[in-house]
């Protein structure tokens, strides 16, 4: 199954690009529009993206290399779920691995 962009309005998806350019930059994001997630690994992050109706979250690490985008999710409640860190987690697993 070939994963789907988000349904992001076209300002939401400008401002990811926006955001997603700064960190491939070097530029260290912090709230409002990021937060580091230790929960998921060591340099991995969420950013927050707001949308029209909807707020996303993306996660993603740091690598000396590249910006890695573990996982997209609509923002559902205040707390992040077991089960998307638990993904997370194993996704980065298997990129690991295969790196």
């Known amino acids: 199954m070939q994963p789907q962009t988000p349904p992001l309005s076209q300002k939401a998806r400008i401002e990811t690009g ?3 350019r700064l960190l491939q930059s070097g530029v260290s994001l912090s709230l409002p529009q990021s937060r580091p997630m230790p929960s998921i ?3 991995c992050h969420e950013l927050r993206i707001q949308d029209e109706r909807k707020n ?3 996660f993603y690490r740091i690598d000396t290399d590249a910006i890695i985008v573990i996982l997209w999710t609509e923002k559902k409640t205040n707390k992040t ?11 980065l697993k298997l ?5």
């Open 18 to 20: 926006f955001l997603l």
């Open 95 to 99: 990129y690991d691995a295969e790196a």
């Open 81 to 91: 779920p077991n089960e998307v860190i638990d993904l997370c987690r194993k996704r």
């Open 56 to 58: 996303w979250r993306l």
């Open 41 to 43: 690994g060591a340099r």
